[in-house]
């Protein structure tokens, strides 16, 4: 079956610019992650959908971040004035309450 | 100090070798998880563990949760194995991961 799809794969944008990015998680799992992996760092958690409880936002660096997830299912990344630091990669991740997470291949975002 | 450690950060092995990879952590939680990263690929999760040990082919994970402290095994190393291995934690009623800073192993023919 279909695994967790992202688009688009690569994203380039200029500095101040918004930017979409998508995730199309595998249908069924009811939680979706964002994550994000700057060069040579480590993972980091960004925002955590569960059905339809408040999404966890505590891991949003800035206000600039916000994520919708819609009818329970595709999940948009809007990051709003985009700077230099944005620049990484952001993964979306889905799985069934309390199980292992399946992750999309990411969007390589880069802001010059 | 990271709520999520791993040793060592880097791993270089011969084909064949049995390696060893540890993660320790300091919150409560609900589950360990062992990722696997390939260079320029897409994140894989290998094991998800509350207790105990699993084995898949020639992994191993084992955890135990007294010592907060899990490992992870690979038996008869290959060149294919050469990753980013993540150790990742979710704590106490939440699914969301706290990551450790990855092991890159390389394993030589």
């Known amino acids: 079956g279909a695994g967790v799809s992202q688009s688009p794969s690569n994203k380039v944008t200029e500095k101040g610019k918004d930017v979409e990015l998508r995730c199309d998680p595998i249908?069924?799992?009811?939680?979706l992650y964002w994550y994000r992996q700057s060069l040579g760092q480590g993972l980091e958690f960004l925002i955590y959908f569960q059905g339809n409880s408040a999404p966890d936002k505590s891991g949003l660096p800035s206000d600039r971040f916000s994520a919708e997830r819609t009818g329970g299912s595709v999940s948009t990344l809007t990051i709003q004035r985009t700077q230099q630091e944005d620049s990484a990669v952001y993964l979306c991740?889905?799985?069934?309450?309390?199980?292992?997470?399946?992750f999309g291949p990411g969007t390589r975002l880069t802001v010059l | 100090k990271n709520e999520v450690e791993q040793s060592p950060q880097n791993l270089t092995a011969q084909e064949g070798e049995f390696i060893t990879i540890n993660c320790s952590y300091s919150v409560g939680i609900s589950a360990l998880h062992w990722l696997q990263q390939h260079p320029g690929g897409g994140i894989v999760s290998l094991f998800m563990l509350s207790s105990g040990k699993k084995k898949h082919g020639r992994l191993i994970a084992t955890i135990n949760i007294q010592e907060k402290h899990s490992s992870l095994h690979i038996t008869a190393s290959h060149p294919r194995d050469s990753a980013v291995y993540i150790c990742a934690v979710s704590s106490r009623n939440t699914d969301k991961l706290i990551f450790g800073t990855g092991t890159r192993l390389q394993v030589f023919p």
């Open positions: 991740a889905s799985s069934l309450r309390w199980d292992e997470q399946f």
């Open positions: 249908s069924g799992h009811t939680a």
